[in-house]
């Protein structure tokens, strides 16, 4: 069984128009649902293998601040330019490729591409709002299979529901 994450990053601020993207920090709505999902995870007992992080601010924050209330320690959060301004079918690739041995992975990013590939691997999900989690369960052995079934389990959980 292959579990997959798709945690998009939380609610950001757009306070400081001159701050470069990739610095966009997460507002005080943001810091407070990163922490209550990650609460809801451990509380689900969700203990990942691995958490990679788009290089954004604001995605490595949600990243960071989820780490901390499900035990990950922050150090061995991965950053993964490929996170970061991709596609569907980039990201798909990546997870196509990742290692064998990891079975649940946990991935930070952004919209639209989390949106769209969510949806591509289950038509139920059309949106992802800040700081939700869309959780797929694999019945498979590897990554790679991944691309080519369906999930056999579908979850969806954001901090408003």
């Not at 005080?28 to 999902?37: E, F, I, L, T, Y």
């Not at 293998?49 to 780490?67: E, G, V």
């Not at 498979?140 to 969806?156: F, H, L, Q, S, Y």
Request: proline share 5%; aromatic share 4%.
């Amino acid at each position: 069984m292959k579990t997959l994450f798709l945690v998009r990053h939380a609610k950001s601020s757009r306070d400081d128009p001159s701050l470069p993207d990739r610095q966009r920090q997460l507002d005080d709505r943001g810091r407070n649902d990163a922490s209550k999902m990650g609460k809801r995870l451990t509380d689900r007992g969700v203990d990942p293998d691995l958490l990679m992080s788009s290089p954004a601010l604001r995605a490595l924050t949600t990243a960071q601040l989820i780490a901390d209330e499900i035990g990950y320690k922050r150090k061995d959060i991965v950053l993964d330019e490929r996170l970061y301004a991709s596609s569907s079918d980039n990201l798909l690739a990546m997870i196509c490729a990742l290692d064998d041995r990891l079975d649940r992975v946990m991935l930070f990013g952004h919209n639209p591409e989390f949106t769209d590939l969510a949806h591509r691997l289950s038509s139920t999900i059309i949106d992802m709002p800040t700081c939700a989690i869309a959780e797929f369960c694999f019945d498979a052995k590897t990554w790679a299979d991944v691309a080519e079934i369906g999930p056999a389990k579908v979850r969806m959980d954001a901090p408003k529901r």
